[in-house]
């Protein structure tokens, strides 16, 4: 110790040890949410089958485990030992990235979800919906390389697809969002809540109804579920951009597109329907509610939102790739601008107390 | 401008070989399909990966042997296939079926009916995305299944009508059930539909897609739902009447435009008037023999070939050495190889070895072999001694159908000369077929006309100008199987 405290000063000393356990919270966080995330992945895929396997009169996976609990990570560890076949005519360097980038695009927009009041693994990012929206349009790279690198017409066809139809949603999803960015104020999520349970409304849903549909369908079709499964339209082109993937590549695409269903419906959560808080109106009525940690109201609206992608999975057919352009150009984004406008009509008025 | 791109970059359509393996071309159909972005500029189909040369083993086999090739055809609605083959060889045989097998046809020629467009529907709504219907109409058509299983054992090679008839009586239990079916079906169609029926996006996908024109469809030869869907009333079950059509009311539903949505109608509307049909059928089921009695052209019952009244009704069939020139005719025809003897020596049969087929004693051009009313438990001094003795009048008569039955059965009938043209209605359109019978027990040339050929055929008329995921659509709604197509 004396050797030590010959070499810096204590106050130093101090700074750094302050440093290093920040750093290792941080760690600490990334491990945490890292790993709860995964195991949420795997579970939204249990949770999947079973809800559309009683839509649809049959029981879904019943026999790993209890009701098929095991059944996500023996599906995990099939894929793993599968073999990974490459076909001969691919890009191998780039059919090697396209998984990677797709997933890790997914996975750094766990990072600024603020699960509850006072945890997310970057708290201070005061541009988090920014950096969400713009990670999320980055996995768009991961699968057009792979649809491309695959040197496959179907995964041409569905990377060309994915690519034009992300593009598209980007803006409507944006622009849907643009209208909590002006009730709130700010473009650091742990603000928008803070200012969502602040406000009169409690939720950000109850004005900005329009906007809210909006980014539920735009939502849709940025993760490419049902009805706007266009890049993997399995009718029509076998599996789209991962046809040619197998084994834990394939695994990497599947984990990418749950990760990113769940980012969507936590920014739902978060944007609209208030993240870890409750109305006030619903607390003064039930004030015992308040005891419940945040983050059960928070996996609750995730978890209802997931809900709500499966519940449209086993009711509706696909749409059309041009329909699909259409719904976003056409009504989707005049939509959303009008929404921006009514709701800074609405602001200046308000602010201004006219 | 787009044409200096064009100039310049010397760009084509991209080609894409969509079957034989797909997801969606239902079965081994293989499209070559170019495209010009999402735009459909050919499709070729090509057909021919799953042909099994139904129609030349046809001329190689009796008329009754062909008749599980035909379940091969289209294997989703066997029972409408097989109907349709024993319609066409009764005609040929000109033998009249009895009411009850008529009935009971009809009634299984329905089932299958609605168990093809329960499939059709479940593969249609898979194909444009929705899920759900998909596992909804396995839920109805497993039960059908289950009950042609009541019937015959088989679940989708049924093979169960029979040229003159049908194999089994139905049981009691089988006409409860269907009767319930019937009862409930209509409700569980209005559940498709309020699935499909209104939605948005499948009106999206399926309204003024694969238009084609009354006069169009006649002229490519389209026949059953996806013709009359163009508007066209032609159905040979109300026009050509065949089985019980006759003594049933029923309609045949239309669409206007044409489109991929009214062929859906149709189809649709087709399942209710089915239900109708079979109600009416089961009303109305009268009772009485289920075979045809024509002797001359069908195989009668084994009971009837062998009128056995001896007291131990058992036999045995022996050598007699006198006759016998050890030829070793018989010791190459025995199955269970229990005869014995050297060449030129008379042969002896090893009683407990025996399976009493009677392929030796059809084989032996001597007339060696004797049917005796002996049985296992004999020594063969015994049997020797029986046969030396006079035989009974009985025996003598089982012996000379024994005789008859084979060659009957390895031969044929005895058919009348000519050429013969009959359709009936499939739930996929009109199933013909064209024998050409030069006397024999077997056609000397048999052809089928299959819906799903012509069907096949029109797509690239269909597609022109769509996009790739109608692609799909059209081939959901013209409705083929590929083992029909290519036979």
């Known amino acids: 110790m004396n050797t030590l405290t010959n070499i810096i000063s204590p106050s130093a000393l101090d700074a750094l040890i302050q440093f290093g356990i920040t750093v290792l919270i941080i760690i600490l966080k990334i491990v945490v949410v890292l790993v709860v995330g995964l195991l949420h992945v795997a579970y939204a895929t249990w949770f999947e089958r079973k809800v559309i396997g009683h839509m649809q009169v049959r029981l879904g996976p019943m026999r790993v485990g209890w009701h098929g609990l095991l059944q996500p990570f023996a599906d995990g560890i099939k894929l793993f030992f599968k073999e990974d076949i490459i076909p001969t005519q691919a890009d191998k360097t780039v059919f090697y990235i396209g998984p990677i980038i797709f997933m890790a695009a997914a996975m750094v927009n766990l990072a600024f979800i603020p699960f509850a009041s006072n945890f997310a693994v970057a708290q201070q990012v005061n541009l988090g919906l920014l950096m969400i929206l713009a990670f999320a349009g980055m996995g768009v790279y991961g699968i057009f390389i792979s649809g491309w690198a695959s040197n496959s017409k179907y995964s041409f066809l569905g990377g060309l697809r994915s690519s034009a139809q992300v593009i598209s949603y980007e803006i409507a999803m944006g622009l849907s969002l643009v209208g909590v960015m002006i009730m709130s104020g700010s473009l650091n999520l742990t603000d928008i809540v803070k200012a969502q349970e602040a406000s009169v409304f409690g939720m950000y849903v109850i004005p900005q109804l329009a906007g809210f549909l909006v980014f539920t369908i735009a939502a849709l079709a940025e993760t490419n579920r049902t009805p706007f499964d266009m ?8 599996a789209g951009y991962f046809t040619e993937y ?33 109305p006030w109106y619903i607390t003064s009525l039930l004030p015992f509610l308040k005891l419940v940690p945040g983050i059960v109201w928070f996996l609750m609206k995730v978890y209802a939102f997931i809900f709500f992608y499966y519940w449209i999975r086993a009711t509706v057919p696909r749409y059309r790739y041009d329909q699909v352009m259409k719904i976003g150009w056409k009504v989707l984004i005049p939509v959303s601008l009008a929404n921006i406008v009514v709701t800074a009509l609405v602001k200046i008025l308000v602010t201004r107390g006219v | 401008m787009i044409e200096d791109v064009e100039k310049i970059f010397d760009t084509r359509e991209l080609n894409v070989n969509m079957g034989p393996q797909h997801p969606a071309t239902h079965g081994v159909l293989r499209l070559v399909l170019d495209i010009d972005g999402e735009t459909i500029v050919k499709v070729t189909p090509h057909v021919g990966y799953l042909h099994r040369g139904i129609e030349k083993l046809g001329e190689s086999l009796s008329y009754f042997q062909a008749l599980p090739l035909t379940d091969r055809l289209d294997y989703v609605s066997a029972m409408s296939n097989n109907i349709g083959y024993c319609v066409a060889v009764e005609k040929l045989f000109g033998i009249e079926v009895p009411e009850r097998a008529k009935y009971i046809r009809t009634i299984v020629g329905e089932m299958s009916r609605i168990s093809n467009h329960l499939l059709w529907l479940a593969t249609h709504a898979l194909d444009i995305g929705a899920m759900t219907v998909f596992i909804y109409c396995f839920r109805e058509r497993e039960w059908i299944l289950d009950l042609f299983e009541m019937i015959c054992g088989a679940r989708l090679t049924v093979t169960y009508p029979r040229v003159g008839g049908v194999r089994n009586d139905v049981p009691q239990e089988f006409l409860d059930s269907i009767w319930k079916f019937t009862d409930e079906f209509p409700s569980r169609i209005l559940e498709y539909e309020t699935l499909i029926d209104q939605n948005r996006i499948w009106l999206q996908r399926t309204v003024g897609i694969g238009v084609i024109s009354a006069e169009e469809a006649v002229n490519w030869g389209m026949t059953g739902p996806t013709l009359r869907g163009s508007g066209v009333s032609y159905d040979i079950r109300k026009h050509m009447p065949y089985d019980a059509y006759d003594k049933v009311d029923f309609e045949v539903p239309i669409g206007t435009t044409g489109d991929t949505y009214d062929r859906y109608r149709c189809r649709m509307l087709e399942m209710r008037q089915s239900n109708n049909i079979l109600r009416q059928l089961i009303e109305k089921l009268p009772a009485g023999p289920i075979m045809a009695d024509a002797p001359k052209f069908l195989l009668q019952p084994k009971d009837m070939m062998m009128p056995i009244t001896h007291p131990t009704k058992e036999l045995a069939y022996v050598i007699e050495e006198k006759a016998c020139k050890g030829c070793g005719m018989c010791l190459r025809a025995c199955p269970a190889k229990a005869i014995f003897g050297e060449k030129k020596q008379p042969h002896v049969i090893k009683q407990d070895l025996c399976l009493q087929c009677g392929n030796c004693f059809v084989t032996c051009k001597f007339k060696a072999l004797k049917l005796i009313p002996g049985g296992k438990g004999m020594t063969e001094e015994q049997l020797k001694e029986l046969a030396a003795g006079p035989m009974p009048e009985e025996i003598t008569k089982a012996a000379e159908y024994m005789v008859k039955h084979f060659e009957f059965v390895k031969k044929g009938p005895k058919v009348p000369e000519g050429e013969l043209y009959v359709a009936t209605e499939v739930p996929k359109g009109e199933l013909g077929f064209y024998f050409v019978s030069d006397g024999s027990g077997k056609p000397f040339r048999m052809r089928l006309r299959s819906p799903s050929f012509v069907h096949a055929g029109v797509l690239p008329r269909l597609c022109k100008g769509h996009l790739v995921a109608d692609v799909i659509a059209n081939i959901g709604t013209i409705d083929i199987v590929l083992g029909e197509c290519d036979r």
């Open chain 1, 246 to 278: 197998s084994s834990f590549r394939f695994a990497l695409f599947f984990l990418g597109e749950y990760i990113a269903m769940i980012i969507m419906a936590s920014m739902a959560s978060v944007c609209f329907l208030g993240g870890w808080t409750l």
């Open chain 1, 231 to 238: 890049p993997e339209a399995e009718s029509e082109l076998v």
